[in-house]
């Protein structure tokens, strides 16, 4: 579900200064600007322009959870209180400049930026009329991404099971992502989970089922493996809400084929963003894509592609999403390659898409992420085939993926969201590589 940044927002102006006795209605209008590109504003019930105005404005933020900061640079003013009020609250900044030869507000943000820089906190300078709607676009990108790193601090994670043998990539370093996202691993067996999948009452799995299969067009799959499959997913409700968990990632391939893919499907479908071969990179790619669309995420390969159209199919063996389904439509079916089990079939809806990879460890974690628009596209794949037109060439991109070494785990988010995935590259200090921005690499790795 699409998460609407929370923006701590005041205005700064100095006394002596002109301009400063409307900073009310600026105030105002700049808050209104805000609130209308989605971004929940946490106005500061006063201006700072003392003192004793800045300790009552941090005691009112303090506590409220905010994801960044917004400074409305009224007049000309004295840049350390701003630079209290980031250390205080630990947040980044985004600075507003506004038009007036005789305010000295760009000359304010400009010295307020400058100290920013040399401290090295993350901050965003913009210029522009209040009316102008695009520094107003520009920050709530920014706040986005703010968002983003916000919420995988203190995320928590299960891991069930283990990585897909064969899949080295997919190997993940858990003291880097603690590191460098502050989200922790939780680690589960599956025999754990199966232990607890055995004690769920019959009654439970069976209605869970039957309202899964009510759905469906056709189901062709066994009942047993569906009650099987049902009672996997309370086990993972269970764990949820026990552990508060942010999301799951799911060694379901091969010891469950069939046995994990509708848990997956309907975690997903509930903004509990579940990955599955083990793979936490991609699983921690699904939170922040999650977090960005009011639609699940698809957890897919790069499976084909038309060079003449410029078209890519992606898909996985039938863990999507119900809602993400072509006229809602989907079916019930043994899962390909073991032909047991429960997976969901269809083909993905049309829509604005973008395509993202993150992969790494130790000093080289780094994403790609590519826009695009899904169109309609035949069950050309056992699964949830997902079609989309790129807005660049094909080969422009393979060689940017080849380049960088991304993994072959693609996840698509219904959104065009590159650029706020750029920003929040630059704040992780990951690598990322944008064909559709300019510039086209962005961020620094942050090796130790």
């Known amino acids: 579900m699409m998460y609407k940044p929370r923006v701590g927002s005041y205005a700064v102006y100095e006394p002596p200064e002109e301009g400063w006795e409307d900073w009310e209605a600026q105030f105002a209008q700049i808050n209104e600007a805000l609130s209308a590109v989605g971004m929940e504003v946490v106005a500061a019930p006063e201006a700072i322009k003392d003192l004793p105005s800045l300790e009552r404005v941090a005691a009112f933020f303090a506590g409220q959870a905010l994801d960044m900061l917004h400074a409305l640079i009224i007049t000309w003013s004295f840049d350390h209180y701003s630079i ?9 900044l985004a600075i507003r400049a506004i038009p007036g030869i005789r305010t000295g507000s760009v000359v304010g943000s400009q010295q307020l930026n400058s100290v920013l820089a040399d401290l090295e906190v993350p901050k965003r300078l913009f210029y522009g009329a209040l009316a102008d709607e695009a520094p107003i676009a520009a920050a709530a990108v920014f706040a986005r991404a703010c968002a983003l790193q916000q919420k995988l601090q203190g995320a928590r994670v299960a891991v ?22 502050g989200t922790r691993l939780q680690n589960y067996g599956l025999d754990e989970i199966h232990g607890r999948a055995a004690q769920v009452p019959a009654e439970e799995a069976r209605a869970i089922w039957e309202g899964v299969a009510s759905g469906a067009t056709a189901v062709m799959s066994k009942t047993e493996h569906g009650l099987q499959t049902a009672r ?83 898909s996985h063996c039938g863990c999507g999403s119900p809602s993400l389904a072509s006229e809602g439509s989907y079916i019930l079916h043994p899962v390909r390659l ?111």
């Open 84 to 92: 209290e009020l980031q250390q205080r609250l630990d947040r980044p």
């Open 160 to 181: 069930i099971g283990r990585r897909t043998e064969g899949m080295t990539p997919t190997a993940v370093d858990e003291i880097e992502i603690l590191r460098l996202f």
């Open 232 to 314: 996997n997913y309370v086990v993972m409700k269970e764990l949820v809400a026990e552990q508060g968990l942010s999301a799951i990632s799911i060694g379901s391939y091969p010891q469950c084929q069939g046995t994990m893919c509708i848990p997956i499907s309907l975690l997903n479908e509930e903004g509990i963003p579940t990955g599955c071969e083990g793979d936490v990179n991609s699983t921690i790619n699904m939170m922040l894509l999650s977090m960005l669309s009011d639609d699940p995420v698809h957890f897919g390969e790069m499976l084909a592609v038309d060079e003449e159209e410029n078209s890519l199919v992606t």
């Open 338 to 448: 073991a032909n047991d089990g429960v997976c969901i079939r269809y083909t993905a809806k049309p829509g604005p898409v973008t395509f993202v990879n993150l992969v790494g460890r130790k000093g080289n974690y780094r994403m790609c992420a590519f826009e695009g628009d899904a169109v309609p596209t035949g069950m050309v794949f056992e699964g949830n085939p997902l079609k989309f037109i790129m807005k660049q060439p094909f080969h422009t991109i393979w060689e940017e993926v080849a380049e960088h070494g991304f993994g072959h785990h693609w996840m698509t988010v219904y959104a065009h969201i590159a650029p706020v995935l750029a920003e929040f590259c630059a704040l992780a200090g990951i690598q990322g590589v944008f064909p559709d921005l300019q510039p086209v690499h962005v961020g620094a790795n942050r090796g130790g």
